[in-house]
Every structure is written in structure tokens, then in C-alpha cells.
């Protein structure tokens, strides 16, 4: 059995970061692969197959936000997390809006770095649902097996991220779901406390999904418990 963790792609234009983490990660059984731009990362994506790409937002040239970008259209099953000293919430949802899986800011712990990496790979190796049963909520309609969902019969494009927490709120509509059961179900055991983390993402598939997503009719917050998907012509 590969003694590896995962293969990761390390896109960061500071040499000594990118030297200090290659480091760190190949210590900790990681393969890495080293791009210095976005246009690099994106040449070394279609000679390699990496499980994971850790990408920095501050780079020159197309800039690590249009890099997520064609990687998530070129590449649409891996995983992409982004590392930023930008912490606004418009900053992150820029981010997720281009594709990106996760991100984490800076300064980061290793162990979190490291823990955020193993997930990512995990979630890139687990092979899709099969199932071909079709969940209907309201005007929606998500196809597990196709990773495809539906507004009125009009595609929606999700991220894989977003794709795999939509599922898992439709899978148990109605029912409300706690913010630790959310985070375990759709990133894994090693998240659990990060409600910020997840409202980020919660905000974004409203965005997407809703028709007004400042009055969310199907994305609902229950308050200090987690969220619910629900259909609103069931109330």
C-alpha cells in the first residue's frame, strides 16, 4: 500500500514559503509538486494528476483567483484549497465563487494546514455516490450519480464542495442539521468548530440557489442549532 498521504500541487511565488512547505509536507509523507505562478500550476495540472492543489491568492500574473478559476474548469474533480492573508468575507466568497474547495488564512498552524490537505485528498479519492435516485425538493432536483443539479429544470453549476453540501441538506430536508454534523459529513472528522467556515459557504449555494438570497425560502438558518433545506410550498 502507498505509505503517501496524497499528491499536492504547491503554487506560491515566495520561494522560501514554498522551499519551508514542501518541507514540512514531504516530512509529514506528502508528494509535492511546485508551481511559482498560476500559469505554471496550470501547465504542471495536465502533466500530473495531483489529488490536491494548495494555491496562494497573492501571485503575479493571472493571479491565484483566475488560476482556481481554470483549474476548476479544466480539472473539475480536484481538490483546490485556497491560502490567503485576505480575510474578508468578500475575499473568500471570491474564492468559492471560483471554485476553490476550502481555504485557510494566514498564519496558519501546520497541524491545521496539514490536517486541512489530508481531508482534501480524502474527499478527492472517495469515489462518488452511485446512486441514480433523484432528490426532489420543491423546484429543485439533484442527481447524486451525475453530480447535476436543477432549478426549474435549468442547471445550476456547483463547485464540488457546494455539490456535496446541497446533497447532504436535501438528503435530509426538512429535517434540521447541526452545524458539527455538516462540517463532519461533507469535509470530515477534522472539522467540526469552524461555523464561520461554513456559513461562508452556506451564503454562497444561497447565492446560487435562491431567488433572494438576503430572504432564503429554501436554505434556512435554524438558529444556534445549524440549517435546514426545506420546500416552502410545504410549510
Known amino acids: 500500500m502507498d505509505s503517501m498521504q496524497g499528491t499536492v500541487l504547491l503554487v506560491e511565488d515566495d520561494t522560501?514559503?514554498?522551499r519551508g512547505l514542501r518541507a514540512t509536507l514531504a516530512a509529514l509523507q506528502f508528494e509535492i509538486g511546485e508551481a511559482s505562478t498560476g500559469e505554471e500550476a496550470l501547465m504542471r495540472l495536465r502533466m500530473v494528476d495531483y489529488d490536491a492543489v494548495l494555491m496562494?491568492?497573492?501571485m503575479p500574473g493571472i493571479g491565484g483567483v483566475e488560476a482556481?478559476?481554470?483549474?476548476?474548469r479544466e480539472f473539475p474533480q480536484i481538490s483546490i484549497l485556497v491560502v490567503t492573508v485576505r480575510d474578508s468575507e468578500e475575499d473568500k466568497v471570491e474564492a468559492l465563487d471560483a471554485g476553490a474547495d476550502?481555504?485557510?488564512t494566514k498564519p496558519f498552524q501546520m497541524r491545521e494546514l496539514a490536517a486541512r490537505i489530508r481531508?482534501?485528498?480524502r474527499r478527492r479519492r472517495t469515489p462518488p455516490s452511485t446512486s441514480e435516485i433523484p432528490?426532489?425538493?420543491g423546484v429543485f432536483e439533484l442527481h447524486p450519480a451525475k453530480r447535476l443539479v436543477k432549478k426549474n429544470g435549468q442547471e445550476i453549476r456547483l463547485t464540488p464542495t457546494e455539490f456535496d453540501l446541497l446533497r447532504v441538506l436535501m438528503t435530509h430536508a426538512g429535517h434540521s442539521m447541526s452545524h458539527a454534523k455538516?462540517?463532519?459529513?461533507?469535509?470530515g472528522p477534522e472539522y467540526g468548530e469552524e461555523r464561520e467556515y461554513l456559513r461562508t459557504f452556506i451564503l454562497q449555494l444561497r447565492r446560487k440557489l435562491e431567488d433572494d438570497p438576503s430572504e432564503p425560502a429554501y436554505l434556512k438558518t435554524m438558529a444556534y442549532i445549524g440549517y435546514v433545506f426545506s420546500d416552502p410550498s410545504e410549510s
Do not use: G, M, P
Not at 482556481?68 to 476548476?72: D, G, L, Y
Open 16 to 18: 522560501s514559503i514554498r
Open 56 to 58: 496562494d491568492l497573492n
Open 68 to 72: 482556481c478559476r481554470r483549474a476548476r
Open 102 to 104: 476550502d481555504y485557510i
Open 119 to 121: 481531508a482534501a485528498v
Open 135 to 137: 432528490i426532489h425538493v
Open 182 to 187: 455538516l462540517l463532519h459529513a461533507v469535509w
